[in-house]
């Protein structure tokens, strides 16, 4: 790879990626630019800006060189972050995921309205945005409209997956069609053709569908099936409707059939690439920013093709689970040196660092010539992300509780429902119960 990975990584919060992910030679580059936690002692009298992300979002020495600002890292942590926002001192830039977080955030009036700075903007102008930027917007309690709190430094469509042409052809499969998706039946019947067992333990899985959690796919999968998880009001979840209820069926097919990592028998890698890489894992379910570690291995890339994201029913939808990028507290103390920060991250070296990686589609639409397509399968990948683009769908996420909090719950429930065996309709109960009692404990804290 040509760029330094800590300019190109999108790793969700779960994925902290290490050495031993990417490889100690591929972070060498960016471990030496980050700030410790406590400035980096030059400037004296310099305005500094405090950026709470993970250590590979950014480098440190390259944005107080083109800002001409004291940058301060502080490695995000939730807990740390709530209790910042609550004294009222939090940091000036905050990762997080617009997909999931901005209603959370934006709802309890935490965040700063963005509008007035983009209007102003000569460098990220409104018409260049792609519409993923609108899951950064909330309005009242619906998403997607409204101020703007924050920008995706760069995006997939999460239920796409990528497969490895070899294990296909070892299994004699024909290869997935790059125009046509799959249904989930028939992505699940591939995945247990795929699956390698040895001694009663996978070798290599069949596929994996629950990466970015497993409450964002039952959605996805529900609103496929015609249906919403969440009600008209987001204020309550019903996994007993018939669409949802179709998509808990399949996931708790999926997990009992024991053919990919689960909330049952979790990846021991962490995450799919290590495991992808090894040759044990047929068809990974991760959106077009695997591309960026795929690249990393030349003979992996030259089996790895991207497919359109399967569909549960009739209603063929391609949502964003994560849209990672950064919003600005309300509080934030040094909001027109935050803003400058913006501009330089989203819009220029950065930006176009990450375009050409691989490591996910850009946010503003005029870098979107520089995506990679010098191999084979970038090739391969980028006219099939293409194609998928006008399948992109916001599903509007809850203000009322947090992502963590309701994958949670199925990590609490479907464990022993799938070990004792219990019918799906009783788990979507289950579900029900648990997860409506956060939301509605969320509410009342709204007012």
Known sequence: MSLPVSESLDRRRFLTLSGAALGAAALSGCAASVDDGSGSGEGKGKTTLTVMCEKDDIDIKAAQKALGVNVRFLQYDAAKLNAMLASKTPPDLVRGFGATEAPYFAARKLMTDLDPYFAKSTVLKPADLDPVNDLWRFEGSKQGTGPRYGMAKDFSQDQMFWYRTDLFEAAKLDLPSETEPLSHEEWLDLGKRLVKRRLGKVKVYGMSVTALGSFSPLMSMTASAGGSLFAEDLASVDFSSPEALKALRWYLDYTKADI??????????????????????????????????????????????????????????????????????????????????????????????????????????????????????????????????????????????????????????????????????KVADKLNEQMNDLLAKGKDVLG
């Open 260 to 425: 990919g990592p689960s909330v049952v028998n979790p990846n021991p890698d962490g995450w799919d690439w290590p495991t992808y890489q090894a040759g044990r894992m047929a068809m990974a379910g991760d959106g077009y920013w695997f591309g960026g570690a795929i690249a990393g291995d030349p003979k992996v890339a030259k089996v790895s093709r991207l497919a359109p994201a399967p569909q549960l029913g009739s209603s063929r939808i391609s949502p964003c689970f994560g849209a990672t990028g950064f919003w600005m507290p309300r509080d934030a103390k040094n909001k027109d040196a935050a803003w400058k920060f913006f501009e330089w991250f989203f819009g220029k070296e950065p930006a176009q660092a990450r375009a050409a990686s691989g490591w996910g589609i850009p946010t503003l639409t005029s870098l979107r010539s520089q995506m990679p397509q010098d191999q084979p399968y970038q090739k391969q990948a980028f006219k099939v992300q293409e194609q998928e683009l006008a399948h992109f769908s916001v599903l509007s996420f809850t203000p009322y509780a947090q992502r963590d909090a309701l994958d949670g719950v199925i990590s609490k429930v479907v464990p022993g429902a799938v070990k004792s065996g219990t019918s799906a309709g």
